[in-house]
């Protein structure tokens, strides 16, 4: 069945540096992909998608761009903030519309 | 516009026993999906609901059930609660329109402890 794989955390980066999360998808159809922010004792909040190869979801200064020839979605960032602090979770959802998650990644900004 | 909604926001039970966890959708939404998030993992499908219906479940055993009502609230049920139950119950809604893989809004979820 359809599947998000994502990199593991915890990731911990400083202030201003560039941040990569790797996310990689299996699906048999044309799915809409995903990420979603996850701030401590909430729930989840979208942050960008795409629902169609070569777009390119952003927001918050977040990128990902949806590349069907490695099935890919990976979150970038250029500049991180301590308020970007938070777990990431790449989706995606097929016309069944039950959406997969990956596992998250953690995100640790310091000053 | 009115966000995704849940109560109640926390809950301890002990096994065995029936909880009912509720969800009020996002002003316009006709669909809401309901996932387990366990602690440190992503969330998993257990169902959705669209027009009162059923539609769609993942691997989720019969003693989880839902229901979705006319205002497209929803309540999402367990029966004879075992500690692996022990989780984050997010729900989410959506807007259907027709066929394409739907944008989800979700709420803040309901801590449910089971002891």
């Known amino acids: 069945g359809d599947s998000v794989t994502q990199m593991e955390g915890p990731v911990t980066l400083s202030e201003e540096a560039f941040l990569t999360i790797n996310c990689t998808y299996t699906?048999?159809?044309?799915?809409?992909l995903f990420w979603y922010v996850q701030y401590p004792g909430e729930g989840l909040q979208l942050l960008l998608k795409?629902?169609?190869?070569?777009d390119k979801g952003s927001n918050k200064g977040f990128e990902a761009t949806y590349r069907k020839e490695t099935t890919s979605f990976h979150l970038e960032k250029g500049s991180v903030q301590v308020s970007d602090s938070a777990v990431y979770f790449c989706?995606?959802?097929?016309?069944?519309?039950?959406?997969?998650f990956g596992a998250g990644t953690r995100l640790t900004v310091k000053p | 516009e009115t966000g995704v909604t849940q109560s109640p926001t926390h809950l301890i039970k002990t096994r065995g026993q029936q909880v009912t966890l509720r969800c009020s959708s996002q002003?316009?939404?006709?669909?809401v999906s309901w996932y387990q998030q366990a602690l440190g993992q992503g969330p998993q499908f257990i169902f959705q609901?669209?027009?009162?219906?059923?539609?769609g479940r993942g691997n989720f055993p019969p003693r989880f059930s839902g229901l979705q009502f006319p205002n497209y609230s929803s309540e999402l049920n367990v029966n004879a609660l075992e500690l692996d139950d022990s989780a984050l119950y997010l729900c989410?809604?959506?807007?259907?329109?027709?066929?394409?893989?739907?944008?989800?809004?979700f709420g803040p979820g309901t801590r449910l402890t089971v002891t």
């Open positions: 989410a809604s959506s807007l259907a329109v027709g066929l394409g893989p739907l944008e989800q809004y």
């Open positions: 699906a048999t159809g044309y799915p809409s």
């Open positions: 795409a629902t169609k190869a070569d």
């Open positions: 989706a995606l959802s097929d016309l069944n519309n039950d959406m997969r």
């Open positions: 002003s316009g939404h006709n669909t």
């Open positions: 609901y669209y027009r009162e219906e059923e539609n």
